[in-house]
């Protein structure tokens, strides 16, 4: 029985190619992003546990007590320059040396352009203090000295031609200064992708903190004999140390930058393992269809066999095997598709921070372990339909020429199907119009009712769509008659283009109605002519762009938002959160709503206004008093003057559910504290495209802060969203890619099936040219089918999700008809190029070779 199966897999390993090729896919999607998530994190782990010191003691969290307490102006929390030799005391510790790291600077070169890594993100500067374990090296040059001069890193300076001797400038919070570049440095692990700033160690404090006598954190050396953890532990001991300070050794912090980037990454993986997911429930179809069609080709062979001897549970058991042939086969390939898959993306690698990965390629066991259980046991349960419908042909059918499966399914079993289907759409359209958890249920019923009702749907929907595309004669009512003739084959090979296109539909959906949510609530809220804000990598908005804002010609109305970490206290609770200050003109430039609607005004001089979810965790009302404390140990008292709307989507403009104060009490509270926004309307008569670009020309010196109108607002905050949609819709793109393979398979094995036929009718005097139309109008006519299917369900399931998520910011729904339209074109497309070789293949029948054949 064994030969007998491997032989009847050899005679049709030609046919089930695209079956494998869909499994290979699916695969090497979950695969590759494994692969992927597990090169960053080693990637950033690595470079973490190469670059600390035995123990390193930190200054506090930012958002801590203690944090907002010890933070520089503008800058991070800081710890004494008195603590270094603290530590340096504790018995075991064999050397300690203080350290400076910021990550909120921008770097400039000449021609005021901006100098970034390969990755993107914020510039970090720090302190020049290499030893043994710094994670870079004195590549070219010479070390820095005095506050003229600095290192660069090597990929930074060459993306952006500066060599040694150019000066730069760097823009810090405690202001803007220029220096020559003396030294090149490398990086002895993984490049982070990011740029890289030293200087010298005496001057960095005031540089890049602004307050002398300050460090961000201490590095120290174990002694001989003195483990990390145990030093650790004296350190957190030591008398004078408090506990403020975080001691962590190496293990933790290469821990704790593993689980930063891993968050960083999630999305990712979700996002690919999620369509991974899709790209194998389609591959489910078409493996099904496959071996349904190739079991009711081999009838008589199934019911030789059971005439023979063979029981049912062989022949079902010889399915399986074929099967786990195919699924063994296609899931190693797949599995080094995959491998090649990650080594390609590894670019997106610099998008969550950690650079473009210059190491291997990380495959832990987990990967082809999963690799392969995704890939057998995906086609395994696929093939249990088929096998089960193999194991049921009697010995008698060896004795004629009968299909197992096929028919019209009609009858009793459609019947029940249709029962069937109807009571799980009612179901499902009950669960969509309850909302909430209930809606996902609802998604899920419908596309179970969708399958069930799938044969039916081929019979009632198909013939109209059938109609209008093939044109009529006798070519196109055979192409119309060989959809129809097995319903559920039909019905089933559609199901895979249908599912496909309902996932990119409901993406399409939900990110056009994101997006309209986000315009309307700017149209709503942004009322400046001009925004001018600091691009991604945190820069600040010092003030010399604010200075630079209000000298630039045109220029009327200057609103200044600031923000800073401040704590906040009432009824018993602590929040060490942001909190902004305006000035009080900005009612005009940001129309925010207090929670009965109305306008919300400024806050005056000693009153703070909170969002209305704020006010509800804090128990607070119009005239409670809440405390204030600064960084510095200032406290105010403040009296709640309004209560503001809430933002359900978040910050669309600004940090829009953070406490609000009067930019005089925030610069009490806070001296150092940053603009984050600064809002300009343009003077009385200045066109509003003159005063940009002359606040783009101001703002030259400054690349860290654009100046942007409403619509380029509107672009910004969309830049998220489209950036994610892209991602989706090339991800989606596979599963498309499999149902395409899914009709060109059916069709394929559709066109070997009839062989005898499609050599009558050449008898019969059919051209070549009349039976590659009769296939290619079946391959229009399917490919229509499913798709127009799947934008119907698609769009549904996107409607069921918007109002799902109204009350969290989605409160427009738009259907993009562009892109469904594009989807429908697209499936004329992909029914014309499926064909192509199912088309060929059935014009070149030889003719007195098909007749002969059974």
């Known amino acids: ?20 090729l869909a499994v290979l896919l699916s695969v090497a999607f979950v695969a590759g992003t494994l692969v992927l998530a597990d090169t960053v994190t080693r990637a950033a782990a690595e470079f973490s546990a190469a670059g600390a010191a035995d123990v390193t003691v930190q200054a506090p969290t930012p958002d801590s007590a203690a944090g907002l307490r010890s933070a520089a102006p503008g800058g991070p929390p800081t710890l004494p320059v008195d603590v270094v030799e603290l530590v340096r005391r504790v018995p075991g510790v064999r050397d300690a040396r203080a350290a400076i790291t910021v990550d909120n600077v921008a770097l400039v070169a000449a021609g005021n352009r901006r100098v970034e890594g390969a990755a993107g993100g914020p510039t970090t500067a720090a302190d020049w203090s290499p030893d043994a374990r710094s994670p870079v090296r004195l590549a070219q040059g010479r070390e820095p000295h005095g506050p003229s001069e600095l290192l660069m890193d090597a990929d930074s300076a060459r993306r952006a031609h500066v060599r040694l001797g150019d000066r730069v400038r760097v823009v810090a919070v405690p202001g803007s200064f220029e220096a020559a570049v003396v030294g090149i440095v490398a990086y002895r692990t993984v490049d982070p992708g990011h740029t890289s700033v030293f200087l010298d160690t005496a001057v960095a404090s005031t540089r890049l903190l602004g307050v002398p006598g300050v460090v961000t954190s201490v590095r120290v050396d174990a002694g001989a004999g003195v483990t990390d953890d145990e030093l650790a532990g004296r350190i957190e001991r030591a008398p004078g140390l408090g506990t403020d300070a975080v001691v962590r050794t190496r293990a933790q912090v290469a821990d704790a930058e593993t689980a930063e980037t891993a968050s960083g990454v999630e999305f990712v993986r979700s996002a690919m393992l999620g369509f991974g997911g899709v790209s194998l429930l389609v591959a489910g179809f078409l493996i099904v269809n496959t071996f349904s069609m190739l079991v009711a080709r081999r009838t008589r ?7 023979l001897g063979a029981s049912r549970a062989q022949v079902r058991r010889s399915v399986y095997v074929e099967a786990l042939l195919l699924a063994s086969i296609a899931s190693v390939l797949g599995l080094a598709a995959g491998i090649g898959l990650a080594a390609g993306l590894r670019g997106a690698i610099g998008g969550v921070g950690v650079g473009p990965a210059d190491g291997p390629l990380v495959i832990t066991v987990r990967t082809p372990v999963a690799a392969l259980l995704v890939g057998v046991l995906g086609t395994l349960l696929a093939a249990a339909v088929p096998a089960a419908r193999a194991s049921r042909v009697p010995p008698m059918a060896a004795l004629r020429d009968t299909a197992v499966g096929a028919g019209s399914g009609s009858g009793r079993p459609a019947r029940r199907r249709a029962v069937v289907g109807a009571v799980l759409v009612t179901l499902g359209m009950a669960a969509a119009v309850a909302g909430g958890p ?5 998604i899920v019923l419908s596309l179970v009712a969708f399958v069930v009702l799938g044969p039916t749907l081929v019979r009632t929907v198909l013939p109209p769509i059938a109609r209008v595309l093939v044109r009529s004669g006798a070519v196109g009512r055979l192409g119309r008659g060989n959809l129809m003739r097995d319903p559920r084959r039909t019905g089933a090979t559609a199901a895979a283009l249908t599912i496909g296109v309902a996932v990119v539909a409901a993406t399409a959906v939900v990110a056009a109605s994101a997006s309209g949510s986000m315009d309307a609530r700017i149209d709503r809220t942004l009322g400046g002519d001009i925004t001018v804000r600091s691009d991604k990598s945190g820069a600040p908005l010092t003030t010399e762009v604010s200075d630079a804002v209000r000298r630039a010609p045109g220029v009327g109305r200057v609103v200044r938002l600031r923000e800073a970490r401040i704590e906040v206290l009432a009824d018993g609770r602590a929040d060490h959160g942001w909190v902004q200050g305006a000035d009080p003109e900005l009612p005009s430039v940001l129309h925010r709503r207090s929670a009965s609607g109305a306008p919300a005004p400024a806050p005056a001089p000693g009153t703070i206004s909170l969002g209305a979810g704020y ?7 119009i005239g409670s008093a809440v405390l204030l404390r600064g960084p510095t140990g200032t406290e105010l008292t403040v009296t709640v003057a309004a209560l503001r709307e809430p933002d359900p ?3 669309s403009i600004g940090r829009r559910d953070a406490p609000l104060v009067a930019l005089e009490t925030l610069t009490a509270l806070a001296p150092g504290a940053q603009d984050s926004m600064i809002f300009v309307d343009g003077a009385p008569g200045t066109d509003r495209a003159k005063l940009k670009a002359a606040l783009r020309t101001a703002l030259a010196p400054f690349p860290q802060a654009s100046a942007r109108d409403r619509d380029e607002y509107k672009r910004l905050v969309r830049g998220g969203i489209d950036g994610v949609l892209d991602l989706v819709y090339a991800l989606l793109g596979l599963a498309v890619l499999i149902a395409a393979l899914g009709v060109v398979n059916t069709l394929t094995l559709s066109v070997v099936e009839r062989t005898r036929e499609i050599g009558l009718l050449r008898a019969l005097g059919t051209s070549r040219g009349q039976i590659r139309r009769m296939v290619r109008a079946e391959s229009l006519a399917l490919s229509v089918y499913g798709t127009l299917l799947g934008l119907l369900l698609g769009v549904g399931w996107g409607v069921v999700a918007q109002r799902g998520l109204a009350d969290r910011g989605l409160e427009v729904l738009a259907v993009p008809w562009a892109t469904l339209a594009a989807l429908v074109a697209g499936a004329g497309v992909v029914g014309v190029l499926a064909a192509v070789l199912p088309a060929r293949r059935a014009a070149g029948t030889a003719v007195l070779t098909a007749i002969a054949t059974e």
């Not at 062979?301 to 005439?307: P, Q, T």
């Not at 209930?438 to 609802?442: D, N, Q, R, S």
């Not at 006010?615 to 009302?621: C, I, K, N, V, Y």
Request: aromatic share 4%; hydrophobic share 50%; charged share 20%.
């Open 1 to 20: 029985m064994l030969k007998a199966t491997l032989r009847g897999f050899l005679a049709q390993r030609g046919r089930m190619v695209l079956s494998g």
């Open 301 to 307: 062979e199934c019911g030789l066999l059971r005439a």
């Open 438 to 442: 209930l809606a996902i249920v609802g």
């Open 615 to 621: 006010a509800r965790d804090f128990h607070l009302s």
């Open 649 to 651: 989507a978040g910050q």
